[in-house]
């Protein structure tokens, strides 16, 4: 243990001769403190599982409309970059359809594309995250490692 001054080295054998171990590891930094908790962090990934999909500026929303918790979309990133990727999700169509339904579906939605494209109707998509002039997002969060499947 060779420390380049002094000074430091007497104070780091007067730690160690009044605290013993402890007294060399380092004390807490100062800095501010957080401003979400450890129930907010559980809330956040209740929904993070949920079928929809949330960007983090939507995210920042949520949290301050539901729990008052005001953090930046730049700061939810950080905090979900340790177990959770901004990925591509996976889309599964509903269990239980019969070939007939779905061709009925798919004749049915080429027929409002085609109004949609003749104007005279303005086709919509539709989740749980928003309505959208455009198909909904194909990005979410999931879990590193795991796949998320959106039905």
């Known amino acids: 243990m060779c420390l380049p001054n002094r000074q430091r080295n007497d104070s780091t054998i007067h730690r160690w001769e009044s605290k013993g171990l402890i007294g060399l590891w380092d004390n ?11 129930e907010d962090w559980q809330c956040l990934e209740r929904w993070l599982k949920e079928e929809c999909s949330y960007t983090s500026k939507q995210f920042a929303k949520k949290l301050e409309r539901e729990r008052q918790v005001k953090l930046g979309a730049e700061q939810i990133r950080r905090i979900l970059k340790k177990n959770w990727r901004w990925k591509r999700i996976r889309r599964q169509p509903p269990l239980g359809m019969s070939p007939k339904e779905v061709e009925a579906k798919k004749t049915d939605l080429a027929m409002l594309k085609k109004w949609a494209e003749m104007g005279l109707i303005a086709l919509m998509y539709l989740d749980k995250s928003g309505c959208y002039p455009q198909s909904p997002l194909v990005y979410s969060y999931g879990e590193v490692g795991k796949q998320k499947i959106v039905r």
Do not use: H, M, V, Y
């Open 28 to 38: 807490p930094r100062s800095g501010r403190k957080r401003s979400w908790n450890e």
